[in-house]
């Protein structure tokens, strides 16, 4: 994160997220792989943790101090192989190797890529780790902060409510969640699933210290996320108010882009609309 001014900080993190999202369709267009509209979502949440407010480095992954970062909705584990790379955690020819045979790089995040804390992808897990990761920081009197970023679609699950009591019972503050509220899960809108609202007030309810904001809008995120804790002796609950497939028209609050691989055309014209934007 460059040493600079507010203005030169958020246009940073605008860079970021556009780099983001420009990788990511590359690597789902050379893999015709799919979750591209979920990661596009969480775009401007990935810039945000990895372009200023997490303490992380490329050249000591395995750094006692490091923040830890779990991307709970692992599916869309390829944002998060862009942001490393754009970190510097990955190199070129490891990107080109997501989805590929031989490759560390899996379709569902996984250990033992540089960067990477732990496997997941089995909804509604990523919370329970954070929370262990979160305990041991404060038992050991370590430094690090625990960021875990959740899709609203695993809020279905028990084993995230489970954990969402358990923090607060434990006063883990330096335990941050990002809930990616882009309203849309693999098979239908949420609100027609199983409704979340008032959602905010559930995560208060359980002792959770709450904002809500826009999720693409940088310097939002940064106000909430960079504090520590916002609130001594709570967890905090980020819940980022999204859209799917944020920045390409075509994929945006729409289902298809859930799963559907974009076809050479599509890509073409998603990248024309990202670098334009």
Known sequence: MP???????LAHYRAVAKAIRLRTLDMIGRARSSHVGGAFSMAEILAVLYGGVMRVDPARPDWPARDRFILSKGHATVAVYAALAERGFLDEAAVRSFYQNGTTLAGHITAGVPG????????????????????ASLRDGSPYRVFAVLSDGECDEGSTWEAALFAPGHALDTLTVVVDYNKIQSLGHVKDILPL?????????????????DGHDPAALDAVLRPAPLTPGRPTCVIAHTVKGKGVSFMEDRLIWHYRPPSPEEIAAARAEIEAS
């Not at 990477?116 to 305990?135: D, Q, W």
Request: proline share 5%; glycine share 14%.
């Open 116 to 135: 990477v804390e732990v496997s997941t992808g089995s909804l509604g897990h990523g919370l329970s780790i954070a929370c262990g990761m979160a305990l």
């Open 197 to 213: 609202e008032p959602f905010a007030d559930k995560w208060r309810a359980f002792g959770w210290e709450t904002r809500e904001v």
């Open 3 to 9: 040493a600079a001014g507010p203005a030169a900080q």
